[in-house]
């Protein structure tokens, strides 16, 4: 049996952190494979072999994150693509997709027992005009730039129109990011393995805007409506991945791809939500941000 270690060394705590859950893995007898690009801080480990991720991640049962929800969301294409399920151990502020916290380290020794479940969460896929395909665990999120004061998005579902808005931009998500930014803009919170594509608009200039909930099958165009000059943005998991600009299309479907993530503890979602939702964030600006 073999882990494939990703921390995120941004993050408060991660290497205490890093080291103490390799030291438990280590203990179970479970073999540890992290990147390259660690040797010099963990190179220390006896027993952690280092190569390219690239390699690394198929060779693996396990893809182990210690960070916070956008930590995972860097691992999760790489991973979905090997049939890699996932673990979070959160040093983050959230961390939703994350099932242990640092209190909970003793818990990875129920991987080599099969103590655990595993929570398949659909991703999305979009298309651009020119046919580049990127990939979404989280959300896609199309939103108006700087440059671009007044924006409309014509919203179709083969060819029907669902919605023709003026707003800074529109977001699709999965019920996995139904807790991320479609929340932050007035969606409801979806169980995270229920199938669907989750479509909130964001500030728009309408007394009747809502969030609407359409099925899996789904595939959605969302045509750019603008002034000469102007552009939007198009994000994928928090990454801006290209601009369009007047009349371009992107196109947004189920992806092939399904991440499944490890949850020991059980039911750590509705515990996140009571714990971390219905709390006020503790520490600086700085701390929450970072």
């Not at 991640?57 to 890699?84: M, N």
């Not at 103590?115 to 991703?123: D, K, N």
């Not at 896929?125 to 959300?139: E, I």
């Not at 979602?269 to 939702?277: E, M, N, P, R, T």
Request: proline content about 3%.
């Amino acid at each position: 049996m073999k882990a494939y270690i990703f921390p995120n060394l941004d993050k408060n705590n991660c290497e205490e952190y890093t080291r103490e859950a390799c030291g438990i893995l280590l203990e179970c007898g479970i073999g540890l494979l992290m990147d390259n690009a660690y040797s010099e801080r963990f190179g220390d480990l006896a027993g952690v072999v280092f190569s390219e991720h690239t390699k690394a991640i198929p060779e693996c049962d396990w893809v182990i994150v210690i960070g916070g929800d956008g930590t995972i969301l860097k691992c999760a294409e790489a991973a979905a693509r090997s049939s890699k399920p996932i673990l979070g151990i959160n040093c983050g502020r959230l961390g939703f997709m994350a099932s242990l916290e640092h209190e909970d380290l003793g818990l990875l020794r129920q991987l080599k027992t099969g103590g655990y479940t595993l929570s398949p969460r659909m991703m999305l896929s979009v298309t651009t005009d020119d046919g580049c395909c990127y990939s979404a665990l989280n959300d896609v999120v199309v939103s108006k730039s700087d440059d671009c004061k007044i924006a409309d998005f014509k919203v179709e579902k083969y060819g029907a129109t669902i919605s023709y808005l003026r707003a800074d931009g529109v977001i699709f998500s999965t019920a996995t990011g139904s807790t991320a930014y479609s929340m932050s803009a007035g969606g409801p919170i979806i169980e995270p393995d229920m199938e669907c594509i989750e479509f909130t608009q964001m500030c728009a200039h309408s007394l009747f805007a809502r969030s609407m909930v359409l099925s899996p099958s789904s595939e959605i165009t969302v045509t750019l409506h603008c002034a000469e000059g102007s552009h939007a943005i198009v994000n994928v998991d928090g990454n801006s991945v290209l601009k369009i600009t007047d009349r371009a299309s992107v196109r947004i479907s189920r992806s092939e791809l399904r991440l499944d993530i490890i949850d020991i503890k059980g039911n750590s979602f509705f515990g996140s939500i009571s714990d971390k939702l219905m709390q006020p964030l503790k520490g600086s600006t700085e701390e929450i941000l970072k």
